[in-house]
């Protein structure tokens, strides 16, 4: 069994940066691959980027460059720094994680954090 707790959301105006984590607890197994995903309110959940054990990255095309996914083993830790934020990046960020790296498909992971949410205005 895992456990994802995520944290660092918040608010910020457009331009600026937030670093989020989540902490993994439980099976380091199932914790071999970490994504990011996000939901903004109405519209469907969407993959961010993802990262294996073995630092292995991908992204949504439109994010890379201003978002940066990695992670500390020996802490169990994921993060994302997310750079030159826009309103449009306002929604509830989750991670998930699982055995194996399928890409940022949603239903592809077992186990879900609860979200933190990020704002950003204009």
């Known amino acids: 069994q895992v456990q994802l707790v995520e944290s660092g959301g918040g608010s910020v105006q457009a331009g600026g940066s937030l670093r989020l984590s989540c902490a993994a607890s439980?099976?380091?197994?199932?914790?071999?691959?970490m994504v990011w995903f996000r939901q903004a309110s109405g519209k469907e959940r969407e993959g961010v980027a993802i990262?294996?054990?073995?630092?292995?990255?991908a992204y949504a095309g439109s994010l890379k460059g201003r978002f940066t996914i990695s992670r500390d083993n020996a802490r169990n830790t994921l993060y994302l720094q997310m750079n030159s934020l826009e309103p449009e990046d306002t929604a509830m960020y989750y991670c998930?994680?699982?055995?194996?790296?399928?890409?940022?498909?949603?239903?592809?992971?077992?186990?879900w954090g609860q979200g933190t949410q990020v704002t950003v205005s204009s």
């Open positions: 998930a994680a699982g055995r194996y790296c399928l890409g940022l498909v949603e239903n592809a992971y077992n186990y």
């Open positions: 990262i294996g054990r073995d630092g292995t990255t």
């Open positions: 439980g099976s380091t197994d199932s914790t071999y691959c």
